[in-house]
């Protein structure tokens, strides 16, 4: 698959899980409007969607933060400035009633930052990993805690990657080039565009 100016929309997840005979369940970092969640669950009814965030929006970030972007401290916490649109739910309970409508989601309400053993959250074989807190520190917690989950192959779908986009160097891209470092990883790079895609092996 060369796909590499393209980008990873959510949407095409069904494909790849198919083309790589992926299995295992999905891991989401980032659920905030709940959309991309119902979306991954209608997708995959058969597995089950692990969606993790603290509903407390981003936090301060050490990089640089793109002018292009709206991620401030606090972006997309419940009834943050940026967090208004009828599809934002206004409470926990909301976003927690939101989610219901898919009984094979599974909200983990949680800083990513503080999270203990997947296995303490039900967690078991994971095929997909679905990206979605903006800038660098809570990515790098996001792989971090993927990498404790049980899998020899996943796909890692990366909602801000703006590959070619200097201004988002330091967040998306710079976590992953260091995860994969980190703990010498083998991967391919699926999709560079607006919305990354890479697929790791161990
Ligand atoms: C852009 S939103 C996610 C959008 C979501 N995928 C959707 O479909 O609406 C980013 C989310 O990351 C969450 N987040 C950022 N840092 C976090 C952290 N340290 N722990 C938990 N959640 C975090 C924020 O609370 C926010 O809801």
Redesign the pocket.
């Known amino acids: 698959m060369n796909n590499l100016n393209l980008s990873c929309k959510l949407e095409i997840l069904k494909e790849i899980s198919k083309k790589y005979s992926l299995f295992g369940d999905v891991l ?10 119902i979306q991954l669950a209608t997708m995959f009814p058969d597995k089950t969607i692990f969606t ?8 301060k970030s050490s990089k640089p933060l793109p002018s292009s972007s709206d991620w401030r401290e606090g972006s ?2 419940l009834g943050a400035w940026n967090a208004k649109g009828s ?1 934002f739910p206004r409470t926990i309970d909301e976003a927690l009633q939101k989610l219901s409508s898919k009984p094979n989601i599974k909200p983990i309400i ?4 503080k999270l203990t053993h997947p296995s303490d959250y039900g967690i078991g074989k994971i095929s997909i990993c ?1 990206v ?4 660098y ?2 990515t790098v ?1 996001s792989l971090e805690f993927l990498l404790k989950c049980e899998w020899s192959e996943v796909f890692i779908r990366f ?1 801000d990657w703006h590959g070619g986009n200097s201004e988002y160097d330091h967040h998306e891209r710079q976590a992953f080039n260091e995860w994969i470092n980190k703990h010498n990883l083998q991967f391919e790079l699926t999709h560079n565009g607006t919305y990354g895609g890479a697929y790791i092996k161990r």
């Open positions: 989401e970092f980032g659920t905030c409007t709940c959309q991309s969640a993790i965030d603290h509903f407390q929006g981003l936090g997309f916490a599809e949680s800083d990513i930052h679905n979605d807190v903006d800038i520190e809570p917690s909602d």
